[in-house]
C-alpha cells in the first residue's frame, strides 16, 4: 500500500492563456485530513478537480494511490469518494433512492448496496428520512447525504469541496462531527473551504492557495505562529504617535482604514505598553487565529 494518497508536483492546470493552476506541489498521507484554502478563484476547485480525475491535468506529476492519474482515473475514481460544492441530488428520487442508484454505478450488488446504504443513513443520522423527497430535507440534510453518497463506494480517499457552504451554524457542527468520526477511522479525507474555522477544526496540514499557487503549507498551529504569532493587538482610529511607535520598533502590523492590527509574540507586555501609553479605549488583544493568517497573505478585498 502506497504511503502517499496523494502526490503533486509542479502541477499545472490552464485554461487557453490562463492558469488557473500553476507549479502546485503537495502531499497527502493516509489517514490525514488535508486542507486546501483561498480565495475565491484561487484554484482549490480546479486542483481537485484534477485530483479525482474530472478535468485533466496540463503538466505537472500527479499521483493518487500510487497510480498515475493520467494512466490510471478510472481505477482512482473507483476508490475515491467525492462531494462536489452543489448539491447535484436526483429531486425524483427518495433519499435511500438516491444512495441506490449511485451505488449502482460502481457495479455494488444490491443486498450489499442496501446494507451499506442502511449504514450511512444511521452514521448521518438520516434513517428517519430515507423514504422523503429530496426537496422535503433540510441544507443540512441534504449536504450529510450528499457526503453519504460520496462513501458508497468504501472509498479510501473523500475529497469534500467546500461541504458546509450555506450552512447555518448547528448544521455545519454535525457535518464536522461526522467528518471527525470518519478521520479516527483511518479515512483520508482532501478538504476546501473558505471557512477557517472548518480548517483549523479538522485539517491536520493545509495549504493556503491565491492565483493558482501556493502562498504557506503547514499544521494550523504552526502557520499562526510562523506568519502572525500568538497574539493580535486590535486598536480602533490609531493616533499619529502609536504609528510611529509601531514604525520605530518595526513591529509586524496592518494598517486598515479605521483599525490596525499589530501581529505579536509577546501579546500582554506589548498590549499594556500601548494601552497605558497611547489609548484611551478602542484597544484590545486576542488569541491569533488561521483567519489572520489568511487575510494577511490573500488580502482582504472582496472576491467575486
Known amino acids: 500500500m502506497h504511503e502517499n494518497l496523494v502526490f503533486a508536483e509542479g502541477l499545472r492546470k490552464t485554461f487557453n492563456d490562463f492558469k488557473a493552476v500553476a507549479d502546485v506541489s503537495f502531499r497527502m498521507s493516509r489517514g490525514e485530513c488535508f486542507g486546501i484554502l483561498g480565495p475565491n478563484g484561487a484554484g482549490k476547485t480546479t486542483t481537485v478537480r484534477m485530483v479525482y480525475g474530472f478535468s485533466p491535468i496540463s503538466s505537472g506529476t500527479l499521483k493518487v494511490f500510487g497510480l498515475d492519474i493520467q494512466q490510471h482515473a478510472r481505477l482512482i475514481k473507483a476508490k475515491t469518494g467525492v462531494c462536489p460544492q452543489e448539491n447535484n441530488l436526483d429531486p425524483d428520487l427518495t433519499v435511500v433512492e438516491n ?17 451499506r446504504a442502511s449504514e450511512l443513513l444511521r452514521f448521518m443520522r438520516l434513517e428517519h428520512k430515507q423514504h422523503a423527497r429530496i426537496l422535503e430535507l433540510s441544507g443540512g440534510m441534504q449536504r450529510r447525504l450528499v457526503i453519504a453518497r460520496a462513501l458508497i463506494n468504501q472509498p479510501d480517499l473523500l475529497i469534500l469541496d467546500e461541504p458546509t457552504t450555506g450552512l447555518d451554524p448547528q448544521s455545519r457542527h454535525q ?17 476546501t473551504t473558505h471557512y477557517m474555522e472548518e480548517a483549523a477544526h479538522l485539517c491536520d496540514r493545509l495549504v493556503i492557495m491565491d492565483h493558482g499557487r501556493i ?35 518595526s513591529l509586524d502590523h496592518e494598517k486598515l482604514p479605521h483599525r490596525l492590527l499589530i501581529y505579536t509574540r509577546d501579546g500582554e507586555i506589548l498590549f499594556r505598553r500601548i494601552s497605558e501609553g497611547f489609548c484611551d479605549r478602542g484597544c484590545s488583544l486576542r488569541m491569533a487565529t488561521l ?10 478585498e472582496l472576491r467575486d
Open 99 to 115: 444512495l441506490l442508484t449511485f451505488a449502482s454505478y460502481f457495479d455494488i450488488a444490491r443486498v450489499a448496496a442496501r446494507q
Open 175 to 191: 457535518v464536522w462531527e461526522r467528518l471527525a468520526e470518519l478521520k479516527t477511522r483511518g479515512l483520508g479525507i482532501l478538504l
Open 215 to 249: 502562498l504557506v503549507e503547514g499544521r494550523p498551529l504552526d502557520l499562526i505562529h510562523q506568519n502572525v504569532g500568538a497574539n493580535v493587538i486590535e486598536v480602533e482610529s490609531p493616533s499619529e504617535s502609536l504609528l510611529e511607535f509601531v514604525k520605530h520598533n
Open 291 to 300: 483567519e489572520d493568517v489568511f487575510l494577511k497573505l490573500t488580502g482582504r
